[in-house]
């Protein structure tokens, strides 16, 4: 084999035995001193006995695991693994006419740790968050256009921002192959402009799929406030659902003009729609009470380490206060977070303070998630974070 060998400490390999996709630094002896950020490593137990293999990074975590067994990582591998992800796209019916837009890789939740990989249409947008999966962008890109049925032409390649800073490896996002003018996605029957080559992450949150289609359903007659809009998502889904208003905010100028072309794109000249750049803790600060009818907070990360969750809970707490205090009496708050480092019953403990703080009567009606197309490896608790609570606020 031609791979360099990493010898974890004595008893160490319990996780690998349970199939948890990461080694930490801190498991491993003394490293042979030529490995390279990217390699493919074999990783082996302290009496030898070989664990798997997986890409070396440095960092707290140090390696993280492709395979289980001690093989070869051949361009096979990727196609085998993508095919997997394919057919388990496919069962859940997310290609269809009136749906083009779909999660195909997400990392660890596919076994394929450090790559995640966005279809839109005929493109996919292929991102690496770790070295090895970087080197490997030509391979997967080359495997991505072989896939029967999933039809894609183009592949973009956009790590600029996603790949250790520390790592220098100069990614220069940019097409591998191919080359696409249409930008237009379609979710759920709706369009969508998905700015690839400068939106924030893939261009466009798949993540919130479901929770807009269920914030259509409770649309009706409302007036809606999307909070930190970005391409407006959730407010196009509104107003399809036959919102009475629909108000946009988010402190990007370019996310609100993403917004209002998306609106047109959907609801050409239609009035109910309006977008706001401003601050939310502003917004939410000046608006009269009582203006809306159902508020929807899915703010960004606020806490993206562990080290940064208390402050996190603290803006967790203060956003919702804002948004419980101010909705109508029998309105409805759609409220999220992102934050891998934050946990569903500290978020939930979160939104029970600002309720608290509020003194108004609030249910919970639905404890949102992501969707199934950002599955959770089992193996891997850690793949778990998106969570989300649709409140009845009397
Ligand atoms: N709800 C969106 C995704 C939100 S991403 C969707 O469904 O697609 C988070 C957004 O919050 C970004 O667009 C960012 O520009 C915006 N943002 C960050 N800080 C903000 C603040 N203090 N006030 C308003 N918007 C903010």
Request: hydrophobic share 40%.
């Amino acid at each position: 084999m031609k791979y360099k060998t990493l010898t974890l400490k004595r008893g160490k390999e319990e996780s690998l035995l349970r199939f948890h996709p990461w080694v930490f630094s801190g498991a491993l002896t003394a490293m042979p001193d030529d490995v390279e950020e990217g390699d493919i490593v074999r990783v082996v137990a302290s009496d030898g006995r070989p664990l798997g293999v997986g890409h070396f990074q440095i960092g707290s975590i140090a390696v993280r695991m492709l395979s289980f067994f001690d093989i070869e990582i051949t361009p096979l591998f990727y196609r085998q693994a993508l095919e997997q992800a394919w057919k388990m796209r496919k069962a859940l019916g997310l290609q269809r006419p009136d749906n083009s837009a779909f999660r195909l890789v997400h990392g660890e939740g596919d076994f394929l740790p450090g790559l995640v990989v966005d279809i839109y249409g005929d493109t996919a947008v292929l991102q690496a968050h770790s070295p090895g999966m970087h080197f490997a962008r030509e391979i997967i890109a080359g495997q991505l256009v072989k896939i029967e049925g999933l039809g894609v032409k183009n592949v973009y390649y956009k790590s600029e921002t996603t790949l250790p800073y520390k790592a220098n490896l100069d990614a220069v996002n940019d097409y591998i192959i191919g080359h696409s003018d249409n930008n237009v996605a379609v979710e759920n029957g709706l369009k969508f402009n998905i700015d690839w080559l400068r939106g924030q992450k893939t261009g466009f949150f798949v993540d919130q799929r479901d929770n807009r289609s269920l914030l259509e359903h409770y649309s009706a007659g409302r007036r809606v406030l999307n909070m930190f809009c970005y391409t407006g998502g959730f407010s196009v889904y509104a107003m399809r659902g036959g919102a009475s208003l629909v108000h946009s905010v988010d402190s990007s100028a370019k996310a609100v003009a993403l917004t209002d072309a998306n609106i047109e794109l959907n609801f050409p000249g239609d009035t109910r729609h309006k977008a706001f750049a401003e601050d939310a803790f502003k917004y939410l600060d000046n608006i009269q009470p009582e203006a809306y009818d159902l508020i929807v907070l899915d703010p960004p990360a606020f806490a993206k380490h562990r080290s940064a969750r208390r402050n996190a809970l603290r803006g967790y707490q203060k956003l919702n206060a804002a948004g419980i205090s101010k909705v109508a009496p029998g309105g409805i708050v759609f409220t999220f977070s992102c934050s891998q480092a934050v946990s569903r019953e500290q978020f939930r403990l979160a939104v029970f303070s600002a309720a608290a703080q509020t003194g108004r009567k609030v249910r919970i009606l639905h404890q949102l998630t992501q969707p199934a197309d950002h599955p959770v490896n089992i193996y891997h608790p850690e793949g778990e974070y998106l969570k989300g609570l649709i409140l009845y606020v009397e």
